[in-house]
């Protein structure tokens, strides 16, 4: 077992606050992500669960036992960096080998762990090899498997995959995940990167200032948001936002987009709002629906074609940036008047704070049959 628990986790660098009194439980053997904007804290937070920087305030469990008072090396956690931190000097498997000597286990358990890392992780041909004979990819797994043969109970992976183009990313996405269900550990992973963080979560924590905007599973976020920030921020192409006024507030909701657009009959959602108060509305690109007559005019900017999909981004009359995600290849042109369907079941409100009108439960329901 391996449950992780933060208890109004504080982080103060003088007078300046960067953590607010986070409370948080990651679950054993849940790979849970913490995402957010450079600046966010998710660093400084992992940092201080594993012990190389202090908490200003709150605890720190593991289970069932504080740690936020132990050595790094006393509280059962192993850390992967953003730069692979290999010793240049060191074959790999002297640099896997580093750490077991320093506990001064014996010889044959340390051969055995060795052993079992660099067949978990495909490495055995490069046990001879020095660092600077390795890819990008190479590096990462030695990394990996220098936090492996610690065994530990919880490991934290901080920003690992920043340092690899692109493709190797993706490959490196896939082997991580696998990993953690060949393992079953907890893991904690921190990253700016929001695809990583849907593709790769059990649970995402979305961070913005030092402060949880939102926890939950990664449809969960997708789909119900709890604010603004968190619908941006999750998803790519990102959610596009209209502003508009409610011009009804009964059994439907109406709501008139700004600048000329078209007035939107929502079903009704949860929150204080009343005739003419301020909203946005918000639909991912992907809900967007191409038609013939649609209410919703834009005029086509530019376009990018993927092969599998196109993505188009054009203004609206009033100048507000539409960016839609039509499936296979789209005969458009720069100047062209496309014309979208703003579909109910996919719609998000939110109020004059950025909050979410929480929709019904039969609405919810509805969005989630159409969304898997």
């Known amino acids: 077992m391996a449950q992780l628990e933060l208890r109004q986790v504080r982080k103060s660098f003088q007078t300046l606050e960067v953590i607010h009194g986070i409370d948080l439980t990651v679950e054993d053997g849940s790979f849970t992500v913490f995402v957010g904007p450079s600046g966010c804290g998710k660093s ?78 495909q490495i055995k041909h490069l046990l001879k090899r020095r660092p600077n004979q390795l890819s990008g990819g190479q590096s990462q797994r030695v990394a990996i498997g220098r936090a492996i043969v610690k065994e530990p109970k919880v490991f934290l992976f901080d920003e690992p995959l920043s340092n690899l183009d692109a493709e190797l990313r993706v490959k490196m996405r896939s082997e991580i995940s696998a990993l953690h269900h060949r393992l079953g550990t907890t893991m904690i992973y921190v990253t700016h990167d929001q695809v990583e963080a849907m593709t790769m979560a059990d649970r995402i924590v979305v961070l913005r200032e030092g402060v949880i905007e939102q926890a939950g599973a990664p449809i969960e976020l997708y789909a119900r948001p709890r604010n603004q920030f968190v619908a941006g921020f999750l998803g790519a192409p990102q959610m596009n936002f209209f502003a508009g006024k409610v011009t009804e507030a009964g059994e439907r909701l109406g709501v008139a987009l700004s600048a000329g657009g078209p007035t939107l009959n929502l079903a009704r959602r949860e929150g204080a709002v009343k005739l003419g108060d301020a909203v946005t509305i918000g639909i991912r690109p992907e809900h967007l629906i191409l038609t013939a007559n649609g209410p919703l005019s834009v005029q086509l900017v530019s376009t990018e074609v993927l092969g599998a999909e196109t993505v188009l981004h054009g203004k609206t009359a009033g100048g507000e940036t539409v960016t839609a995600t039509m499936r296979g290849i789209l005969a458009t042109e720069r100047g062209d008047t496309l014309r979208f369907e703003i579909a109910d079941a ?12 929480q929709p019904t439960r039969a609405w919810t329901d509805d969005y989630m049959k159409k969304i898997v």
């Open 44 to 121: 400084t937070l992992l940092r201080m669960i594993s012990g190389l920087e202090e908490t200003s305030g709150g605890e720190i469990w593991l289970d069932g036992v504080r740690c936020d008072h132990l050595l790094p090396s006393a509280r059962g956690m192993a850390m992967v960096f953003q730069s692979y931190a290999l010793y240049p000097h060191m074959s790999v498997e002297e640099n896997l080998r580093f750490g077991l000597e320093n506990q001064k286990l014996p010889k044959p358990e340390i051969a055995t762990r060795v052993d079992k890392a660099a067949e978990i992780l």
């Open 346 to 357: 996919f719609t998000h409100v939110f109020d004059a704070n950025g909050l979410t009108l």
